[in-house]
Each structure stands twice: as structure tokens, then as C-alpha cells.
């Protein structure tokens, strides 16, 4: 398991190369890659800033590995997660998930990213033409999130 909170970009490729080339037993790797929009709610963004709590914000993303990891037969879990000020196109979080097979790997991808949106200290600030404005969190992450709740661990 690796989590890692940092300002610099990833190679989605590589990483995910390196985590299925780590063991043999892997049958399948299912990943997700999140990047900046150039447009929310309706308002061009030009910029947007990602703060944390470090310390907090490793502790959570451990967390919701260690649920995924109890609910799922997977093999291992990747997050990468950049902070700081990034640019419309750039990358934001590299989710990849490891497992024998494909079902419980999509599972566990789609899982760590619920959890991850609404459950790790990370706060958003957009820059739009009217002026700089917090990222408010969403229903649709909370239902999101929600739908886990009915199936058992």
C-alpha cells in the first residue's frame, strides 16, 4: 500500500506499470486518474488550489485503504494525491488497485474514490473570472459515498 500526498505530477503510466509489476499474483489493475476542469458550476476555472492537513490527510487516505482492503480480496492499493496550485488539464489524484481479478479490483477503485472525495481533509479554492471561490462539497459525492453503506463488508 502507498499513499502519497505531494505538489510534484505523476506518470500515471509508470506508476501503474510498477504497481502490477510488483507481483506475480496480479490479475488485474484498475485505475483512475482525476485532473483540474477548466470549467465548474458553469464558470470558467484558470486555477485551482488544493490545501491539506498533512499528517491528517495520510492518516484518512491510509484509513480508506485499510476499509477497502477489509471489504475486497485486493492485492494492493496506490494513491497519489498532488496539492498545491495546478492549471486546468493537470492532474490531481492517481487511484490504482490491484487484484486477482477484475470485479473486486473495480470495486475497491471505485470505493477508495467515494471515500476520497468526501472523507479526506482536502479543501479546493477555484479561480474564476468573478474572483477566487471554495470548492463546496457535493450531493452527488455524498450519495456516492452513501451507496456503500448497503453492501456488507
Known sequence: MTVRVQTEDFDAGFEINRLRKARRDVGAVVSFVGQVRDINEGDQVSQLTL???PGMTEKSLDAIVTQAKSRWNIIDVLIIHRVGTLQPSDQIVLVAV???H????????????????????????????????WVEAKTSDDDARARWDNIPE
Open 51 to 53: 490545501e491539506h492537513y
Open 98 to 100: 490491484c487484484g486477482g
Open 102 to 133: 477484475r470485479e473486486e479490483a473495480f470495486a475497491a477503485c471505485a470505493f477508495v474514490m467515494d471515500y476520497l472525495k468526501t472523507e479526506a481533509p482536502f479543501w479546493k479554492k477555484e479561480v474564476t473570472p468573478s474572483g477566487e471561490r
